[in-house]
C-alpha cells in the first residue's frame, strides 16, 4: 500500500474515532435514481414488409429534436436535440404526469424534413422506473422526394431456378401503376419481359435503382420453355430510401390450389 494511502487511511480513522460520522454515500443523500423518460425513434419502420427502418444518412436526417409538454400544464414544455444517428435521447427528472411528444427530423441546416411532427404521448418516468416510447416516422411524413433500390432473390418453393422453370417475368408496381424501369441485367418490370432464371447462388442478388421510395408490389412468373406459366406470386414489399436496402428473398411457393403460402424474408 503506498504512503498516501496509509496516510488518508489514518486521517478517516482518526476522525471516526473522534464520533465524526463518514461522508455519505450518496452526495445529496438521496440514492434513489432520477426517473429517465426515454424517446427512441425510427424512420420508416415496416416489419410486415420485411423492412426494419431507413438510416439516417439516406434521408439527410442530421439531429432529431423531440418537444413535450404535460397535458395537465402546457406551460410545462421542454425540448431537446440529438444526433439522429444516436437512435434515441432521455428527458430526466420530468415533473410527474403524461406528456405530448412532438417528434422532427432535421436537416444540416436544421429545417424539418417531415410536413408535421410525428406525434405520441408517455408518461414520465419516475425514481428508479423509467420509461420509454418509440416513435416511428412513416414514409408519408417526409416532405422531400426520395428514391431507392429494390434488390431481391427470387426462389421457387425453396429451390433455384428448378429444372423446368427456364424464364422469369417480373411486374412492378408503385401506387397502382406499373413502374417504367429494368434490373441489372437489362429486364423491364412491365410483367411481358422476359429473362433467364436467375439462380439464388448468384453472388449479387438482382436491382432495380432509382425509384419512388414507399410500398410496392412485385409479382413474379417462373415460366417453362413453352411460356406456360409455372410459378406466380404477387409480394408486397417496400422500396427504402438510397441504395443501402436490405436483400428482400421472394420465395414463390406451389400455385394455390397446393395449399401452400409463399413467404417473404429479408436478408
Known sequence: MSRRLLIAG?????????GEDPPPVCPTGNCNLPGSTIIKWKFNHYPEWGFDSDGCSDLGAITVRVEIQHKDDPSIFN???KTCGEGQLTFVDLIPGTYNVALTPLDIDGNSLVKAPVTG????????????????????????AYTGQLLFRIAFNGMSCPADVVDQVLELTIGGQVVDAMTDTGQKVDGQDRDACRPLTEQFAQFVQNLPFGPAKLKIQGTAQNNA?????EFDTFIGAGTFNPTFTFDIAPPPDAGVDAMVDAM
Open 10 to 18: 489514518f486521517a478517516l480513522a482518526a476522525q471516526m474515532s473522534c
Open 79 to 81: 425540448s431537446l436535440d
Open 121 to 144: 404521448e408517455t408518461p414520465a418516468g419516475t425514481e428508479n422506473a423509467n420509461t420509454q416510447l418509440e416513435l416511428f416516422v412513416p414514409y408519408t411524413a417526409w416532405s422531400r
Open 229 to 233: 406459366v409455372l410459378y406466380e406470386r
